[in-house]
């Protein structure tokens, strides 16, 4: 069955370095990937989304790679702020000609000032 | 005005009762989801409706029942309820339904807890 793991369930970093994140999947071959910023006690809010035909994406700090090869995607934010501490996760789609939709663990990010 | 909105916050309940929680969404979408969160996070779908036509169905136990009267609104139904359904559920709705890949807008769910 499908398995998408991201790397730590928890990173700690320092104010103003870049926070990478690791999503890894098998036994698929999805067309996207999505990642997901979740705070708590509030829904996933979607960050951005990459294509298989993609290798990198950026928006502002936020930048996505999505290699199909290795079965992997990075998520790196930039300059990071203490206001970027959430928990981050990778989805892709389970395909079948519906969209479904599969989320990772997550991980939890904190951003130490 | 909220986007994606589910009702209610939280529900405490006993083990053996039926519930209901309701979602509604006004961004004109035609894709709404379920979604259940459990105690360690993973969030895993278990239905999707597009145009209030049931077109994933992740082999919940049917003592869930979603309901979708009309595009705007997929409420989910809970009979018998069970120690395990505990969890937080969230509502998701997206534009689209095809394999394209569509964002999805979340609620900011409900925290079922079963006594």
């Known amino acids: 069955s499908q398995k998408i793991e991201q790397n730590s369930e928890a990173l700690n970093i320092q104010e103003g370095k870049t926070a990478t994140l690791t999503c890894n999947y098998t036994n698929y071959s999805p067309a996207y990937l999505q990642w997901y910023r979740q705070d708590p006690g509030r829904g996933p809010v979607f960050l951005l989304l990459i294509r298989e035909n993609e290798k990198e994406k950026r928006k502002e700090r936020l930048k996505v790679t999505f290699d199909t090869t290795l079965k992997q995607s990075l998520f790196h934010i930039t300059a990071s702020q203490p206001a970027d501490s959430a928990t981050y996760l990778c989805a892709l789609d389970m395909g079948g000609g519906y969209q479904k939709v599969t989320f990772g663990t997550g991980t939890k990010l904190q951003v130490i000032p | 005005d909220t986007a994606v909105s589910q009702t209610p916050k939280y529900l405490v309940t006993q083990m053996g009762n039926d519930k209901s929680i309701k979602c509604e969404q006004n961004l004109g979408h035609d894709t709404m989801y379920w979604y259940k969160q459990d105690s360690k996070k993973f969030l895993k779908i278990m239905f999707s409706y597009n145009n209030k036509e049931l077109i994933i169905n992740e082999t919940v136990p049917n003592r869930f029942s979603p309901k979708s009267p009309d595009k705007a609104h997929l409420n989910l139904h809970i009979n018998s309820l069970e120690l395990g359904d505990s969890a937080v559920y969230f509502c998701?709705?997206?534009?689209?339904?095809?394999?394209?890949?569509?964002?999805?807008?979340f609620g900011s769910g409900t925290q079922l807890s079963v006594l």
């Open positions: 998701a709705s997206s534009q689209g339904w095809g394999p394209q890949g569509e964002k999805l807008f």
